[in-house]
């Protein structure tokens, strides 16, 4: 055996955390997933948690992506989440990649992902990204247009959303934003809820997540953040 590396020590670390705030709010044991986001690390990293037995991957870019996985092919059990900013050109590669998209978040990219699906038969699961701080600069349908979105996808796109995802604003307080995610999607009759990041996924365990995403609690600090 390998000596226990940094980074299957954080895995374990953070693992622990969340079986222990499942426990504490009264949630089934391994009702939460870990995704650990993979963007910019270096090859030597992500084989470490692979080494260390994790399956799940996000991704923010899809030529990234490919080229970290193609070279992995023979991974059992994995499993990759888009969860960056998904362009319309790029959701057939997308398709054909992702086990999951996380960030639906506009009726252009359904349209591009329904043909997609249609042609390749084969259907990602799909998540709709919420902007809950209604920032500008930032990707998701606006709380207020989610429910009609939500409607749009299943009537007009043959598209059956299974959760939401959200990235609350930096500097605000992350619960009420996880809170509104999860009356969206209980309303909506949607059970996957994808929120939560280093600095805030025991507060997003708390408020019901089923999937946190985890870079620098994993990896350690970026050198430089990208998308
Ligand atoms: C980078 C990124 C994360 C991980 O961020 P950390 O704070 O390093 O855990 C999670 N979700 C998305 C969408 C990201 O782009």
Request: no cysteine; charged share 40%; proline share 12%.
């Given at each position: 055996m390998a000596q226990t590396s940094c980074i299957a020590q954080a895995l374990t670390d953070a693992r622990s955390r969340i079986a222990k705030v499942e426990r504490v709010a009264g949630r089934?044991?391994?009702?939460v997933t870990l995704t650990c986001v993979a963007k910019s690390q270096p090859p030597e990293a992500i084989d470490q948690a692979l080494a260390a037995g994790q399956r799940v991957f996000g991704e923010n870019r899809v030529q990234e992506a490919q080229s970290r996985w193609a070279a992995r092919q023979?991974?059992?059990g994995l499993q990759l989440r888009m969860i960056g900013a998904l362009q319309s050109n790029k959701a057939s590669e997308a398709v054909a990649l992702f086990?999951?998209?996380?960030t639906l978040d506009r009726p252009s990219l359904a349209r591009a992902l329904a043909v997609a699906v249609q042609k390749q038969g084969r259907s990602p699961e799909l998540l709709i990204q919420v902007n809950t701080g209604a920032e500008p600069q930032k990707a998701g349908v606006r709380t207020g247009e989610a429910d009609a979105f939500i409607t749009t996808l299943r009537r007009d796109y043959g598209l059956l959303p299974a959760g939401l995802m959200c990235i609350p604003p930096a500097?605000?307080?992350p619960a009420m934003h996880f809170a509104l995610l999860r009356r969206i999607a209980d309303r909506n009759g949607l059970g996957a809820l994808s929120m939560g990041m280093s600095d805030d996924y025991l507060t997003a365990v708390r408020f019901g997540a089923t999937h946190v995403r985890l870079g620098s609690a994993v990896f350690?600090?970026?050198s430089h953040v990208v998308g």
């Open positions: 089934p044991a391994g009702a023979e991974v059992d086990d999951v998209i996380e500097q605000e307080e350690g600090p970026r």
